[in-house]
């Protein structure tokens, strides 16, 4: 679907799947924050349901690379996790690598086939240029990766040490990768400028991508830097991801506090010969931008941090070491990137001592390619962030190598932009929509656990640098089943409805952000406005039937005092035909004459219990009353039932063979369809008729009638009409039956006229039954008579319970005290089917 | 000694008198009381005030640590809600003496009437003559003595507390036992005759509650609730929601409770578009600055009235069913804003009074957390007749929530499941209304607005009611309001929708021409400054705004208030929980929220083309749907909605 944006602007092509018109469903900040809009949300309800496939799915639905993502992705979601603030963050992340650990390397992608002409080159095989080559292969073109190194993956393997990433997880994605776009081919050993030049590449190409990375590591820029003991940190991973394992000094500092600083003092460690790290950082342990889990998976196998310290000079010492000069730094005034710049203090300068320093002070990219060279600004590829287009019209870029250093998922939310502006423009289309992240819900439900409020953040084992460090075994464990269901469970699932009508999903979102957006800022504000002001969709269209859930009870206040419903008594007890029946509450049950017999002695126990009456073509046993539902034809009737009910059929005949077997027999008509109504009641009234049973779902001759879907009121409605223009409303007992669901649905029809109520379909619910396919019900074979007799007599309890408790809000202390003025409807059409007055008109 | 004559002096300036000679530790002589109603409510110093006659209702009543000695008979409402102090009467008190005492010592040397010692919490009811009926009702701790008959239905539905019975048993309440009594207690029962110089030579039996009422065997599984759109369509009619609800109540065997508001769809303000153009180009950057938003409420009748920035209050929500941090955090925003923050039911915090700057004092049924100290600290007072979202029901509190903490400020054993009375044991009509109305009055020197919140029913009766009883103003709560807990049919079934309520409202105060003589603060589902300038079109002076407050300071609307482990720290009264929220971030995001409200009233009522919120009118809305043109009586124009979004806003 295309989808409108919050601002009503924002329109998506129709290829690109996203579900944000779905009124139902805004996207969870989780996902929002994902560079590649991840549906985290259900995957995380998937895993909580144990559907792992279904969570696979929607894990790698925009992200080819989610083994690897599952263990190293920085995880963006994580911080704008909403559970954050309350008791930590979800652990999206080790959710994912869960579900990966599980499926991700036995999955066999469906092939998406070569679907045309044209090709693409992608210059660099990093998370950018493998993202936007899946993406553009999925479309159909044909897509040639000339990487420079011996593999695929870019900063995904020469960047990230084994310990974190082990080599197995890298050729699962890969591997998925191939089986996915068969037109998709990875040159390795081609470095642009070394091996092939942009020129040949534009020839041979509809589009080329440069995604070239940022590979080098920057200088430091203070002297003694050209000692060989001080090396670049992208330099030193990519030696050791190449599995050297060189011989370390007793004492390694590394300078700088972002990832590769991480990967590298960790790295250092475990590499013979390394007794200490130090981490020296010019700014605080707030500002620091490496990842939490890195920082505290550093903190923990024993590297020492030292914060506000900036280098100013290395000093050989001979061969037995260097010394570093620095200075302490406090926070000065905010830089252009809002972080406040160190500031040196005067007279702090100080030494460590040690054998080899490592600097790990950002990056940049650079390319020997004469012609790429040309499209290069200082050090990456000068590249519109709109268009994602280079100064030559047939060459995109993006990455690391287009706007600088980041994440390998944001490198691959760029590469998702990049083939969707590389599509548009083989496409011709010189004017593509504005991309965005697409965004998608797979509509899991809320996971149902009694636990998710106080179950606190679980972390998998942490093992540190192993028994072997220089093995670099893995540092972490994945969860167990129990474990990620339970961090599953502690979703808010603020993607979701959570069953609030007015604090809907939107609603709750728009809310959010009014309470996060100044008053001043008036421009977002009038965004806010625009989009409060439109309505929402009508809850109650045409076609909505008349309902019973479209009736409330005015409750008590001044006018009328209120019963207390939780203490005070409130009468139940229902006398039909004149005495001829007393039942302790206005309850029957029907519908189960051709019920499993199991099912029809539990339900016979439990309306027993439930001090209930029984309908029926044929008794069901048990000691509640039984009302004998005469057909035409069949079955005669019974002296021993409790009450005759003869059913009547569309066009009115009196029955044959009307009459009491004894005289405290009940005696009446069953009515379904309005056209025999009129005749019926008079027939009543001549004959002396205890009852009048009015049936709101006329199914002929099937089970469970109700199923069918909301009753037919209006029969209540007319029966009342009828009995009131002949004002003899007093002397026949009306029953009704059909889709009653509680006892505020019998104390509706209660107050509409009938003197008691007939359950059937809740009934069987409660004794187990289950709705399949096309309205039939199949009762769970594995309760026993008991179980179901109980369930059958507390549903009938809390029918009765309920309806009282509506009749006392009314301020009635009998149940058949209450009257249609008691109600309103909230629509017109339930207002016309029950002659009941709309809320708010008197 | 000041001697007052009530027989040529107002009832208001008699008291006026007494509270002022009380203040200066004078003790007080009443002469010629005539049995006048409130005779000195709201003295709260240690004085010993003589009555040399008979009193009418409420004698004593809101005090604290008087002693009062009346000579003759007093009328119903003897020495409500009296915290310290005492009373001894010499003749005989009608109903409801002792209600609600929380310490005070009450001695009626003759009869006392029904229901003595309703809702009490703390203190001593001494009787020395025959009980009427239902002595004890609803008691939730304290003891009461009476050396007489018992009259029928001795400790009705008592919660806690202890009765002393020296006479005959005509019949013991609902959910109330005898038991073995002490020698140690019966030693201070002894005690305290004697301090009173009360012979009394006879045995006492003991009556307590019997625990077996409101106590299930079964406990409610709780779900997650399941969103359900279609709800009752034809299609849908047996849902899965549904199917959950017949499954749970068919293990339980009763009613569901829950928290939070309605479930389904209901007409709402929503289903009202403005008939102008809301023109983002009119309204400009500052359209605050440009529009008129003070709004008093409750000034009606001499009182000094709520001032507001702008028309909006925070709907009552209690420390309770909120944690402490929260409703800081409210008060707090609240404060910022400028508009008035309400306590709810359950009594008011210090922290809560320091932080809002105008504060309303709600006043339940249960009288759980009232007192007269709060009553003076506030700004104005509620009483409490129904809310919205469970009109019928009194407060809702499940035990996990009724912490010692909490059960101290209310006055209540901790740890019930606690079911607040559903009536005001002093409020049976609209007659007892106009005299309950008349203690609060008295005992706050008439500085304070008094207001009536109703859960929107029969809204056509009850709010000629209110005006005819001379409330200030109403706090008219739509069923789309929320609660802690409430019985979940009760939720989604009783009462009518808020566009509903004001609609009847303006039209019955409109057919007795009372319109301009009470304020109607609307509540009950606004969420923004969108419905909240609906309501102002509709008739409503203010509207308040509840759950979009708790939402804009961290709520996530998951519906499980009612369990008491709210996973935010909001509706919660669990310390760990608790903690997670932050009351000082929170409060800044709820005054951001208030002041985006601000702005889109103001933004609208500019667009509309006026300078003042009161130049609102009803015109200016249409119908988008057939129901709410029916309701409102406005016109029915649906091509409004395919309009486009937002109208010549872009």
Known sequence: ?842 | MVTIDLSGLEIRRANERIREAAAAGESVEVLNPDARHHIGVGVIHPVDIHVRGSAGYFCAGLTDTPRFHVESNVGWGLADNMYRGSVVVGGNAGAIAGVAIRGAEVVIKGNMGSRAGQVMKKGTLLCCGNANFMAGYMMYGGRMVILGQSGERLGEDMTGGEIFLGGELRSLGSDAELVDTESAEIDEVLAFLDRYEIPFKGAFRKVVNAGKKLRYGAAERQVRSIPYFGFSGDSDYWNRKIQEDVYIKSQIGRYRVRGYGGARELPHLSDLAFRKDIAMAAVGDDPVGDVEMRTKIGGKNGANPLDLTMPVLIAPMSYGALSRSAKQAVAIASGMAGIAENTGEGGMSDAQRDAAGQLIFQMLGGRLGWNIHDMNRADGLEIYISQGAKPGFGGQLMAKKVTKELAEIRGIPAGIDLRSPSRHPDILGADDLVIKVEELREATGYRLPVSVKLGAGRIHDDIKIAVKDGFDFVELDGMQGSTGAGGAEVMEYVGIPTISAICEAETALASIGRRDDIEIVLMGGLRDGVDAVKGLCLGADAIALGTAAIIAGGCIACMQCHVGQCVTGIATQDPEHEARYKSKVEARHIYTFLESVRWQIAAIVKALGYADVRQLRRDDLVALTPEAAEIAGLPYEPGLRDAGPFRAAG
């Open chain 1, 1 to 842: 679907m295309a989808a409108l944006d919050d601002a009503g602007a924002n329109l998506l092509p129709p290829e690109l799947a996203d579900d944000t018109d779905d009124r139902h469903y805004v996207p969870a900040p989780c996902q929002i924050a994902c560079p590649v809009g991840t549906d985290a949300p259900s995957y995380i309800g998937y895993i909580w349901e144990g559907k792992f496939e279904a969570a696979f799915e929607a894990i790698t639905a925009t992200n080819p690379f989610s083994s690897i993502c599952g263990r190293v992705c920085d995880a963006p979601c994580e911080p704008a996790c909403r559970r954050t603030a309350s008791d930590g963050p979800l652990q999206i992340r080790n959710l994912k690598r869960f579900v990966m650990d599980k499926l991700g390397a036995a999955w066999k992608p469906e092939p998406a086939p070569v679907t045309r002409e044209q090709s693409v080159g992608v210059v660099g095989a990093g998370p950018a240029g493998l993202v936007a080559a899946h993406d553009l292969a999925v479309a159909g073109f044909k897509v040639d990766v000339y990487e420079m190194t011996d593999r695929p993956g870019g900063m995904m393997i020469w960047g990230i040490p084994a310990f974190r990433l082990p080599p197995g997880v890298i050729d699962e994605d890969l591997d998925r990768l191939a089986a996915r776009c068969p037109g998709l081919a990875i040159h390795t050993n081609m470095g642009l400028g070394r091996d092939i030049a942009l020129e040949e590449l534009k020839e041979r190409h509809d589009a080329v991508c440069l995604t070239i990375g940022s590979w080098w590591g920057k200088k430091m820029g203070v002297p003694g830097e050209d000692d060989p003991r001080v090396i670049d940190g992208v330099e030193f991973l990519r030696r050791v991801n190449d599995g050297d394992r060189p011989q370390m000094p007793k004492a390694v500092v590394v300078i700088g506090g972002g990832d590769v600083a991480m990967d590298a003092c960790r790295v250092a460690l475990r590499l013979p010969g390394c007794e200490h790290v130090k981490v020296v950082y010019r700014r605080g342990p707030d500002e620091i931008p490496a990842r939490g889990i890195e920082l505290e998976g550093a903190v923990e196998e024993g590297i020492e941090f030292v914060y506000n310290t900036q280098q100013v000079e290395i000093v050989a010492d001979g061969d037995d070491g260097l010394t570093l000069r620095c200075v302490r730094t406090v926070p000065g005034d905010p830089d252009d990137d809002g972080r406040r710049r160190p500031v040196p203090v005067a007279g702090s300068g100080h030494d460590i001592a040690c054998g080899m320093v490592i600097a790990a002070v950002g990056q940049f990219g650079a390319c020997e390619d004469a012609a790429t060279g040309a499209l290069m600004g200082a050090d990456r590829v000068d590249t519109e962030w709109e268009t994602m287009r280079t100064a030559d019209p047939k060459v995109f870029a993006a990455g690391d190598g287009a706007f600088g250093g980041s994440t390998i998922v944001m490198a691959m939310g760029h590469g998702q932009r990049l083939a969707y502006y590389v599509k548009a423009f083989l496409e011709g289309n010189d004017n593509p929509l504005p991309y965005r992240t697409p965004w998608r819900t797979r509509r899991v439900p809320v996971a149902q656990d009694l636990d998710w409020e106080t179950l606190g953040v679980h972390h998998p084992p942490f093992h540190g640098v192993g028994d072997n460090p220089v093995a670099f075994p893995e540092i972490e464990s994945t969860y167990t089943w129990e474990a990620a269901r339970n961090e599953a469970a502690r979703c808010y699932r603020c993607d979701a409805e959570t069953g609030s009508a007015d604090y809907s999903v939107r609603n709750r979102e728009d809310i959010f952000l009014m309470a996060r957006t100044a008053r001043a800022d008036a421009a977002r504000q009038a965004g806010m406005l625009a989009k409060r002001l439109r309505p929402r969709e009508n809850p109650f269209p045409a076609e909505r039937p008349a309902t019973v859930d479209d009736l409330v009870f005015l409750p008590a206040n001044l006018s009328r005092l209120v019963i207390d419903p939780y203490r005070e008594a409130c009468k139940v007890a229902t006398d039909l035909g004149s005495g001829r029946m007393e039942i302790a509450q206005p309850l029957f049950v029907a519908g189960f004459d051709n019920a499993p017999v199991d099912v029809r002695a539990g339900v016979a126990k439990g309306v027993e219990g439930g001090a209930a009456g029984y309908i029926g073509v044929r008794p069901i046993g048990g000691g509640a009353p039984w009302v004998q539902l005469v057909l035409p034809g069949q079955i005669a009737p019974d002296a021993g039932a409790a009450g005759l009910v003869h059913a009547v059929g569309p066009r009115f005949q009196a029955p044959a063979a009307l009459g009491r077997l004894r005289d405290d027999q009940l005696l009446g008509l069953a009515v379904s369809h309005a056209g025999a109504l009129e005749e019926a009641i008079v027939f009543g009234l001549e004959n002396g008729l205890d009852v009048l049973l009015l049936n709101g779902n006329a199914a002929v001759g099937r089970d469970w009638p109700e199923l069918d879907g909301a009753p037919d009121l209006s029969l209540m409605r007319d029966a009342i009409r009828i009995l009131r223009r002949l004002n003899r409303e007093e002397e026949i007992d009306l029953l009704w039956f059909g889709g009653l669901r509680s006892g505020t649905d019998a104390a509706k029809l209660i107050a509409m006229g009938a003197k008691s109520v007939v359950f059937g379909m809740t009934v069987a619910l409660a004794a187990g039954g289950e709705i399949v396919g096309d309205r039939a019900v199949v009762f769970a074979p594995d309760r026993g008579e008991d179980e179901r007799a109980r369930a059958v007599a507390n549903i009938l309890k809390s029918a009765s319970g309920e309806a009282s408790m509506m009749a006392r809000c009314t301020g009635k202390t009998n149940l058949h005290n209450l009257e249609p003025e008691d109600l309103r409807a909230l629509t017109l059409a339930t207002a016309e089917a029950t002659g009941v007055t709309l809320a708010g008109k008197h």
